[in-house]
C-alpha cells in the first residue's frame, strides 16, 4: 500500500507539471503533510508549486522545498485544514498574523520588554565587571599612593651629591609612580562614566517592565469586563502573563519592615555601613535626602557647591550634592549614591529616600505585615 501511495503522488506531481507547463508557476491553498525522502515530514498550505519546486507556509514562515527531495504529499481534507489553520492561532499567537486586533499595541510593546530586558541582561553583565575592575582599581591605587608616599620620603632624606645613583633610581620610581597613578586615575574615570550609563539603562529597563506590568493588569481588567476576551484573545493574554512571571524571576526579592508616620513610611537604614538613619520612602524625590544633622554624623563635607533642588510639594529650595558609599535597608546594600543635603527637613528629621536609590529596584507594600517589597534586578 505504501509503494502504490508513493508512486501515485509522485505521478500526480508528474501529471501536474504537464498539465500547466505553458505556465510554469500556478497557486493554490491546500493543507498538506509533505513526507521529505530524509524520513523528515512537514505540515503545512501548499501555496505554490512551481516546475521543480513548492512554497510551503508552515503557519511560521514559508520555505521552499525542491520536489526531487519529496517523497509524497498527504492532501488533508478541508476539516483537517480548518483545524490546522486554527491551530495556527495559538501555536504561533506572538505572530503578528494571529494576534487579536485590540491586542496588537501592547503585543508590541511586550516585544520591546522583552528586548530592554535582554539588553539589560547584557548591561548587568558588564556592569558587575567593571565594577569588580573599579574595586581592584581602587586596592591598587591605595597600594600605589603607600608606595609613592615611602618614594617621596626616602627622596627627602637622600642626599643627591653622595648618594646620586640612589637619588635617581628614586626619581625614576617617583615618576613611574605618577604615570602609573594618572593612567589609573584615567581607568577609575571611564568606569565611572560607564557603570553610570550601564545603571541608567537597567533602571529605566526596569522602569518600563514596572510600567508594563501596570498597563498589562489594567487592559486584561479592562477587557474581561466588557467581555471582549474570546477564547484566542485569553490564550495570547495568559501566554504574556506566563512570560511577565518569568522576566519576574530575574528580580531578587527583599522583604523589609516598615513604620507608619505622618501619612508616609519610615525605614531603617544604614548610611555608610555604620550611621543608622530613619528615611521616609519617598517616590516623587529624584534624589536621596539627607538632613544636615545626618551629614555631620557622616563626617561629610558640605561646604562646597550647591545646587537647587525643587521638592516633592513643589518648593524650591538649595542643597549639598553627596554621594554616600553606600545605603543598606534590611539586607540590600546599594552602593554609590547620589543624595543631596539640606539644611533643614522638616519631617522626617533624618530625610528622605528618593528615587537615587529606589529607581534601582521594583517597589511594592504589603500593608497587612509592613513590608517594603524591594525586587532587585539579578538574572
Known amino acids: ?45 501548499v501555496e505554490k508549486e512551481l516546475d521543480n519546486k513548492i512554497i510551503l507556509n508552515t503557519g511560521y514562515g514559508k520555505i521552499t522545498l525542491d520536489k526531487k527531495d519529496i517523497q509524497y504529499i498527504h492532501r488533508y481534507s478541508l476539516k483537517e485544514q480548518t483545524a490546522l489553520q486554527e491551530s495556527w492561532k495559538y501555536l504561533y499567537f506572538r505572530r503578528t498574523e494571529y494576534i487579536p486586533s485590540q491586542l ?3 503585543a508590541k510593546d511586550f516585544d520591546n520588554l ?25 586596592t591598587k591605587l591605595k597600594d600605589l599612593n603607600i608606595h609613592f608616599k615611602q618614594t617621596t620620603d626616602k627622596l ?54 514596572r510600567i508594563f506590568k501596570k498597563r498589562f493588569k489594567e487592559a486584561y481588567t479592562h477587557l474581561e469586563n466588557l467581555g471582549m476576551i474570546k477564547e484566542e484573545s ?20 527583599y522583604s523589609i519592615e516598615y513604620s507608619y508616620k505622618e501619612k508616609g513610611i ?9 550611621v543608622k538613619a530613619k528615611l521616609m520612602v519617598d517616590t516623587g524625590a529624584s534624589l536621596v535626602i539627607l538632613s544636615k544633622q545626618i551629614a555631620q554624623r557622616l563626617g561629610l563635607d558640605t561646604s562646597k557647591e550647591r545646587i537647587p533642588l525643587i521638592l516633592a510639594d513643589g518648593r524650591k529650595t538649595e542643597a549639598n550634592p553627596v554621594i554616600l558609599e553606600s545605603i543598606k535597608v534590611g539586607d540590600l546594600e546599594l552602593k554609590n549614591v547620589s543624595c543631596a543635603v539640606l539644611d533643614r527637613v522638616s519631617s522626617p528629621e533624618d ?10 529596584f521594583l517597589l511594592s ?14 538574572p
Not at 632624606?157 to 605618577?178: R, V
Not at 519610615?266 to 555604620?274: H, M, P, Q, R
Open 1 to 45: 500500500m505504501y509503494i502504490i501511495l508513493r508512486e501515485m503522488k509522485l505521478l500526480g506531481l508528474k501529471i501536474l507539471s504537464f498539465l500547466f507547463l505553458g505556465s510554469a508557476i500556478f497557486s493554490f491553498a491546500f493543507a498538506d503533510m509533505v513526507y521529505l525522502k530524509n524520513g523528515n515530514s512537514l505540515e503545512g498550505i
Open 104 to 106: 496588537k499595541i501592547i
Open 114 to 138: 522583552e528586548n530592554l530586558r535582554e539588553k539589560a541582561i547584557q548591561d548587568k553583565k558588564e556592569l558587575d565587571n567593571l565594577k569588580r575592575e573599579s574595586e581592584e582599581i581602587k
Open 156 to 209: 627627602a632624606q637622600i642626599n643627591p651629591e653622595t648618594n646620586l645613583d640612589e637619588y635617581n633610581a628614586l626619581i625614576k620610581e617617583f615618576n613611574l609612580s605618577i604615570v602609573k597613578m594618572k593612567g589609573l586615575e584615567l581607568d577609575k574615570k571611564n568606569n565611572q562614566e560607564r557603570i553610570a550609563l550601564l545603571e541608567q539603562r537597567i533602571s529605566d529597563y526596569i522602569n518600563e517592565f
Open 234 to 253: 485569553r490564550y495570547f493574554l495568559e501566554a504574556l502573563h506566563k512570560g511577565l512571571e518569568q522576566m519576574g524571576k530575574d528580580f531578587t526579592r
Open 266 to 274: 519610615l525605614v531603617d537604614c544604614l548610611l555608610n555601613g555604620t
Open 351 to 360: 530625610g528622605l529616600l528618593g528615587m537615587s536609590f529606589l529607581e534601582n
Open 365 to 378: 507594600l504589603d500593608v497587612k505585615k509592613n513590608r517594603l517589597i524591594l525586587e532587585e534586578f539579578n
